[in-house]
């Protein structure tokens, strides 16, 4: 399965300043899997470890870590040669133990010439909970995310379709009529599957949504076994009120995170450390208000607004328990949860593309649904589910902000007219800030 990262992993190798690595994101977004494909093509061997179930190698590290003895004890263990530049050390499941984190440091120092990653599902929630000691500064640290859509059509065997898409994309040329409804079919069939490596797998080999949820249960259930894990069960049981009220935070019309909804009586004070931990475990993605249009917007941020999405739209979709026909058929405008739905998805797709997410409200309301910063411009975004694209909220912002165009996300075709350049649902890959 084809993904994105490869190409930034590549340059870390071939970099001459590189450190250790270390690949963060959310659990089942496919970092074990691309670190070992990647390992295979570019090392001649890759000696592995997983930082859950290698206790003796955890005892070990409580003695000295200096990457000669551990090197010399991995040979040993291991039985494989460790070569600087033709080796990669493997740390998987970082996160389960702090002197392998601690390690990385001193690779950085003391053995720069050798290469060492490592993967962690839930660091952010172990350097934040146990207070362990990260290496800042000593480490180059990269995020995976789920497939987004253009590596969903790569797993469907649709590059070329993907190549067209933003040709289109760059040149604002309507794409063939034929062409668009199939990527909009497409674009409708990945609402259901998400982007989560394993489901579009079985999507891909099964045809069957039926086959891919039942992967995403298996999915939502290592999550709640992580929080339970991870967290005190006090704790634990706030994080999963918070996870499982996204859903019904999304199809409110202000769709500004309310506690209440969470519980009776709820306020930031008892459910905030909770929201705090599903964004380091990135099982969330948090889009902060902001309250002018100036660049950097990023100061603007008004912290007590912000709306939470699901990290992954297929998972939305089947937490929220949407018929998996609903969701592709053409006889939906009439759900206005859909609605909410391709709002989440273009905050994934945001995400993958490492792009800050903020939305706009003014005192009235008016509301812009996300907000970029390309530069020193400021474009406003609004996302239609289907084909109804007006928008008094842009055309306010764009005024009153002097943006140079603005960007509307639909199920239109592409075009670019009276300063607005209008994107097909499918196409919100070929965004970047």
């Known amino acids: ?145 789920p497939l987004d859509f253009e590596e969903f059509l790569w797993a469907l065997g649709y590059e070329k379709l993907s190549e067209e898409i933003k040709n289109h994309f760059e040149s604002n040329e309507p794409i063939n009529t034929a062409l668009h409804k199939l990527a909009l079919d497409l674009y409708k069939k990945y609402l259901v599957v998400g982007g989560m490596p394993a489901v579009v797998k079985q999507f891909v080999e099964t045809e069957s949504f039926l086959s891919a949820q039942v992967i995403q249960n298996n999915i939502f259930n290592e999550y709640t ?92 979709t089947f937490k929220s328990r949407l018929p998996a026909e609903l969701l592709v058929t053409e006889n939906n405008e009439g759900n206005t949860f859909m609605g909410y739905v391709t709002e989440n998805y273009v905050a994934q797709a945001f995400t993958a593309n490492k792009i800050p997410l903020f939305y706009w409200k003014n005192d009235n309301t008016a509301e812009v649904d996300f907000v970029l910063q390309k530069g020193v411009d400021v474009i406003p975004v609004e996302v239609k589910r289907g084909v109804n694209t007006r928008s008094k909220s842009m055309s306010i912002f764009a005024k009153q902000y002097h943006c140079p165009y603005s960007i509307r996300i639909s199920q239109k075709n592409f075009g670019f007219e009276n300063g607005i350049k209008s994107v097909p649902l499918y196409a919100v890959f070929c965004i970047n800030s």
């Not at 994101?25 to 592995?48: C, S």
């Not at 931990?277 to 660049?295: D, H, M, P, R, S």
């Open 1 to 145: 399965m084809q993904r994105k990262i490869i190409s930034e992993l590549l340059a870390w190798k071939n970099s001459k300043n590189r450190k250790p690595l270390i690949l963060n994101g959310a659990r089942q977004v496919g970092k074990t899997f691309t670190l070992e494909v990647f390992a295979k093509e570019n090392f001649d061997n890759v000696v592995y470890l997983n930082m859950e179930i290698e206790t003796n190698f955890r005892d070990f590290l409580d003695g000295d870590i200096s990457p000669k003895r551990i090197i010399q004890h991995l040979e040993l263990t291991k039985k494989q040669p460790i070569t600087a530049g033709k080796t990669l050390i493997f740390f998987d499941e970082i996160q389960a133990c702090e002197r392998a984190l601690t390690s990385l440091k001193y690779f950085c120092e003391q053995a720069p010439e050798y290469y060492v990653a490592a993967a962690g599902s839930l660091l952010g929630v172990a350097v934040n909970r146990e207070k362990y000691s990260f290496p800042v500064g000593k480490v180059d640290e990269y995020y995976m995310f």
């Open 225 to 316: 076994a992580d929080m339970s894990k991870y967290a005190d069960s006090a704790t634990s049981v706030k994080i999963r009120a918070c996870y499982n009220s996204v859903p019904a935070q999304l199809a409110k019309e202000n769709r500004k995170f309310q506690y209440k909804i969470v519980q009776k009586g709820g306020t930031a004070t008892i459910f905030g450390e909770s929201i705090e931990w599903l964004n380091f475990a990135g099982t969330v993605l948090k889009c902060q208000k902001i309250t002018e249009g100036n660049i950097p917007i990023a100061v603007h941020v008004y912290f007590p607004d912000f709306k939470l999405y699901m990290s992954d739209v297929g998972l939305l």
